[in-house]
């Protein structure tokens, strides 16, 4: 859930701050990025070189920290930056300074300047008493009110030795939270939406035992599919010949060729909202397939191509308002021009561009490297990522499209 994702951790001074560097590695080992923000009685509980060592990063705390380009803009590129904000331990004076919209040190700068949308995830750590007192309880119900969610402390024994409520989830707790809002987001997504993915290669008869196609395993498509269902979203697949399995929740419909491809997908263009084409559709077929085997009578032979039908092309230019369309465009050199061409030629709403290298990125290998650009003229460079992982981006980048 937390592959890729930017998690901003605000740590706050409190005794709980010792256990931090421990969530920190959790979420490194979970694959996240974490940029440390902590307050200056934060770093009087635990060591800076610690927080920077597990997060390999340098820990932030002062507002004029400029960022890699030399800016002075740290706090607005990471408010930008974040996916979600996590704050452990938050103490009465962060809770304090959130609620009324501070921003006299980075992370309360921070906040203020997070998107609007991003989860942030307070865990408020502190003496039984401070935590009961109105004026926490105020400030607590404010930042509810604004949309943080708020993870109770526990009861146990505290700091000042008294025993009580106040002290702060273990960092598996937390972790676990923070998982789980992130889930919760992304099966509630696509909610009640439609979303049509062709995958895969296609097969074009060449005769009776031979056929044209392609390397593509279908792998990226099959993510794509997996990820919109667990979003939430009605997915019907229409897949080339591949070997892998349907993913959970989804309508598979098989296919060998192009033609049959956009045989399958057609009667589902109208009842759908969003049309994924990732298949490697094959351009051309040959004109006059063979029944049954060719012999080998001759020294050569022409075997003549003709074009084939273009299904996403006729899905986007045949479409119905508030329909999107998305494309892939795979390129084994350069190729941004290409994708840019195809966003405009075949009218669509954003195109993954995929540089084929034959290791890492393109047909068959578990991972991607994408730079998604989009109608409005964004370009999204995304790293090397798993396919599941790149494919959870894809459909974060189409959440965000404004709606045509
Ligand atoms: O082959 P091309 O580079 O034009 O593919 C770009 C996009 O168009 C891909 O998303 C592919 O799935 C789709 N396509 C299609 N039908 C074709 C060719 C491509 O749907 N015949």
Redesign the pocket.
């Known amino acids: 859930m937390l592959t890729g994702k930017n998690i901003l951790l605000g740590i706050s001074g409190g005794i709980a701050a010792y256990k931090t560097p421990h969530l920190v590695r959790l979420l490194k080992k979970a694959g996240a990025n974490v940029r440390v923000l902590a307050t200056e009685s934060a770093l009087k509980f635990v060591s800076e070189l610690s927080l920077s060592t597990v997060s390999q990063m340098p820990v932030l705390d002062d507002i004029f920290t400029a960022d890699a380009d030399g800016e002075r803009t740290m706090h607005i590129s990471l408010g930008e930056w974040a996916d979600a904000l996590v704050v452990a331990p938050a103490t009465a004076n962060t809770l304090a300074r959130f609620s009324s919209g501070l921003c006299d040190n980075m992370l309360s700068l921070s906040f203020v300047t997070l998107r609007p949308g991003k989860p942030v995830l307070l865990v408020p750590a502190m003496d039984g008493y401070m935590y009961d007192s109105p004026s926490v309880q105020r400030n607590l119900s404010v930042l509810k009110a604004q949309g943080c969610r708020v993870l109770e402390p526990e009861s146990g024994p505290l700091a000042s030795g008294q025993c009580g409520l106040g002290r702060m989830p273990e960092p598996e707790t937390i972790f676990e939270a923070l998982s789980s809002i992130f889930a919760a987001r992304e099966s509630a997504a696509l909610e009640g939406r439609t979303v049509v993915v062709?995958a895969g290669p296609t097969r074009e008869k060449i005769d009776g035992v031979r056929f044209l196609s392609n390397y593509s395993s279908g792998k990226m498509g099959f993510a794509i599919a997996a990820a919109a269902a667990r979003r939430g979203a009605t997915v019907r697949l229409v897949s080339g010949p591949v070997t892998l399995p349907t993913p959970p929740g989804v309508e598979r419909i098989d296919v060998e060729s192009?033609a049959e491809?956009l045989e399958a997908a057609r009667p589902l263009f109208d009842g759908c909202d969003l049309f994924i084409?990732?298949?490697?559709?094959?351009?051309y077929r040959p004109e006059a397939p063979v029944e049954g085997k060719i012999k080998k009578n001759e020294a050569a032979m022409v075997i003549r191509l003709v074009r084939?039908?273009?299904?996403?092309?006729e899905f986007s230019t045949g479409r119905k308002p508030g329909q999107l369309a998305v494309?892939?465009?795979?390129e084994t050199a350069g190729g941004l021009e290409y994708a840019r061409k195809?966003l405009t030629d075949?009218q669509l709403d954003l195109v993954a561009f995929n540089i084929y290298d034959g290791s890492r990125s393109g047909f068959e290998v578990d991972t991607n490297v994408l730079t998604l650009l989009g109608r409005d003229g964004s370009i999204t460079e995304l790293p090397l990522l798993s396919k599941e992982e790149a494919a959870g981006r894809l459909l974060d980048a189409i959440e965000k499209l404004p709606p045509r």
């Open positions: 062709t192009a491809m084409g990732a298949a490697a559709v094959a351009d084939n039908p273009d299904i996403l092309a494309g892939f465009a795979l195809k075949k």
